[in-house]
């Protein structure tokens, strides 16, 4: 799974990396260094102009954790921050958004956790890595993205409206391997472009955009547990950590 990554380019970075077209320069967001559910995170994705029909590239926020269009209430998005590659084109939460709504999340990296069986100085705690691409690149995970409105408010009101994301994840491959089962997919980036061409609907095809990367390209680093609570974000929980002298603290990896 992918529970928790960063983001900490600016949308200018962005915007120049993943060829935007627009982006609204008012609804910036803060470097992330512990994104985590619910958290608002920067998305590329394609949309039709509403007047002239061309399609445009955008940077928007979305709120991580997707909300189907037809939930009841917001509150199922918590559970749906990840959909399996291998279903996701089936599962009646991920499927309309799978063939319409398709969109790449800009990462630096992303975090997970190993046990850490217990010794006589030390309790059992899990180790969290922070898991990256070797070259420093953004990652591009691959995503889906919905929109539900909100049936208690008027559908004029901006409230109304929420626009969720969730991460799609694989077989763990590479330095991820070595330390959780599943990871985030990232789009090669001359697939990226037909991943989100809004047009592009065939199933088939777009699953076939979604293979894991060649060996060699990530590295794993062991950070301070100060990662666990998501109360801490700063550029210091990108640092490598001693794995024996780990301040154990609250679990919160799920």
Not at 104 to 119: C, H, I, K, M, R
Not at 172 to 183: E, F, I, S
Request: proline share 9%; charged share 30%.
């Amino acid at each position: 799974m992918c529970g928790r990554y960063a983001s900490t380019r600016s949308p200018e970075d962005l915007a120049g990396l993943f060829d935007v077209d627009q982006w609204d320069r008012e609804s910036a967001l803060d470097p992330n260094y512990n994104v985590a559910p619910t958290d608002h995170v920067w998305a590329v994705l394609e949309k039709a102009d509403r007047e002239t029909g061309a399609v445009e590239r955008q940077l928007r926020p979305l709120r991580w954790g997707l909300v189907p269009f037809w939930a009841k209430n917001p509150a199922v998005g918590a559970k749906m921050i990840n959909a399996r590659m291998e279903t996701v084109h089936e599962k009646r939460a991920y499927r309309r958004a799978f063939a319409k709504r398709r969109c790449l999340l800009p990462a630096d990296g992303f975090y997970e956790w190993q046990s850490v069986p217990a010794t006589e100085t030390h309790k059992a705690y899990k180790q969290p890595y922070f898991i990256h691409p070797h070259d420093g690149q953004v990652m591009a995970l691959a995503g889906l993205y919905e929109i539900w409105r909100d049936p208690d408010r008027d559908k004029d009101d901006p409230q109304a409206w929420w626009r969720t994301c969730t991460i799609i994840t694989t077989e763990a491959t590479d330095a991820a391997g070595r330390v959780h089962p599943r990871m985030p997919l990232a789009i090669d980036p001359a697939d990226q472009a037909a991943w989100l061409d809004p047009a592009h609907e065939d199933p088939d095809e777009l699953r076939g955009l979604l293979t894991s990367p060649a060996g060699g390209e990530l590295d794993a680093r062991p950070v301070s547990t100060a990662v666990n609570n998501v109360r801490n974000n700063n550029p210091h929980l990108l640092d490598p950590a001693d794995t024996g002298d780990q301040d154990e603290g609250p679990d919160r990896s799920s």
